[in-house]
């Protein structure tokens, strides 16, 4: 059983950055893809960033171009780096491991497994 821990988050300003990690166990991390997903107060969990095991990457469009998805398999760790953050970016974030491959990228939490507890990030104005 896959066991995941996200670590990082905390309070910064607006236009601050912020990086999280996920680390991974029970499973050869390398072959799965892996995404990240946020609940904000009162709202559902969104997807966020997905990346294959090829180290292709997928954004929501609320994210594209001040997030970025990476990963370290010799560490079993997927990162997310938070840049350029917005008030509207706080949120419990979550990695999670997609459960099969395919060949587009999946935003569904069905999708997904191994949810860990969430790392909370909070962003001032």
């Known amino acids: 059983q896959v066991q995941l821990v996200e670590s990082g988050g905390g309070l910064v300003q607006a236009g601050g950055s912020l990086r999280l990690s996920c680390a991974a166990s029970?499973?050869?991390?390398?072959?799965?893809?892996m995404g990240w997903f946020r609940q904000a107060p009162g709202k559902e969990r969104e997807f966020v960033a997905a990346?294959?095991?090829?180290?292709?990457?997928y954004y929501s469009d609320p994210v594209k171009g001040r997030f970025t998805i990476s990963r370290d398999n010799a560490k079993s760790t997927v990162y997310l780096q938070l840049n350029n953050l917005k008030p509207e970016d706080t949120a419990v974030y979550y990695c999670?491991?997609?459960?099969?491959?395919?060949?587009?990228?999946?935003?569904?939490?069905?999708?997904?497994?191994?949810w860990g507890q969430g790392t909370q990030v909070t962003v001032s104005s």
């Open positions: 999670a491991l997609k459960k099969t491959w395919s060949p587009v990228p999946r935003t569904s939490e069905s999708d997904y497994e191994g």
């Open positions: 029970g499973r050869t991390f390398s072959i799965y893809a």
């Open positions: 990346i294959s095991r090829g180290d292709d990457t």
